[in-house]
């Protein structure tokens, strides 16, 4: 099956989330055919490795920054407190040039070896807010960006104009009998468009334990049409950073 096929008209997807053995997260369609897989670049290694440099570097620095300052200033306090900061800084400065980013890699499930789309880490500190970029075929198509003080999702066009924000809401969807009846279910992720007062687009729905199964559908207002490729990196992004095991369907015009 071709790329075009494998991603026409699709508006909701189904992923596996990434486990302590392998680092790929599938994709599926309603049926469980496996369409895409995503991988997010390992640089665990040499993260660590920075960030250890900077601990002995930061840790040398300030140490000889508490003997030259407490040499020259009357107060120990003060100088072991500008022994901390040039300590830290140090830290900070080394920790972060050696820093490699972490993108997201998307292939044909088929080959697993065509790129078809790629979600590259635009910060090397996500804090607090991170950013993305989504590619295809070399040309940004969408961009995102995680609230982590406010929480949320924000996704943007090329241009920077609002494509679509998320917001978690009390509702839940009850899974099976026994959630129906005890009125239990996994917490939803809304979708709205960029509008002023937010048309509903679709929903996420977090796994909330090893039998469910994590959807992101933004099929509900059919009067907006997002690229199905951004959906895609939508459903790429919120899966892994949702914390669970997930799936998003990517069933096309309906299952």
Partial sequence: ???????????????????????????ED?????????????????????????LVGGGAI????????????????????LAILFGLAFYFWIALSQYKPRHFYIYDYETKSKLLLEIREMDKVGFPKAHFGIYRKGLT???????QLVGGWRF??????????TKRVPAYETVGF??????QGRPQIAVYDGQPHGTQLGVFLIKRNWADRTMLDLSIDSSHTIDPWIILGIGVLMNYFSGHENH???SGGGE
Avoid at 34 to 43: D, G, S, Y
Avoid at 64 to 71: H, N
Avoid at 156 to 165: E, I
Wanted: hydrophobic share 45%; proline share 2%; charged share 15%.
């Fill in 248 to 250: 998003v369907d990517s």
């Fill in 156 to 165: 943007k066009n090329p241009d920077g104009s609002l494509l679509c924000t």
């Fill in 62 to 81: 300030a140490i000889l920054c508490l003997g030259v300052f407490g040499l020259t200033l009357n107060s120990r306090l003060a100088a072991f407190i």
């Fill in 30 to 54: 309603g049926a469980g055919e496996k369409l895409f897989c995503a991988v997010r670049q390992e640089n665990s290694l040499q993260n660590t490795s920075a960030a250890i440099w900077g």
């Fill in 141 to 147: 198509i969408g961009l995102a960006e995680s609230g």
């Fill in 1 to 27: 099956m071709n790329e075009d096929a494998l991603i026409n008209g699709r508006k909701k997807f189904f992923f596996t989330n990434p486990s302590w053995y392998s680092k790929q997260a599938d994709v």
């Fill in 178 to 183: 026994w959630g129906a009846l005890t009125k």
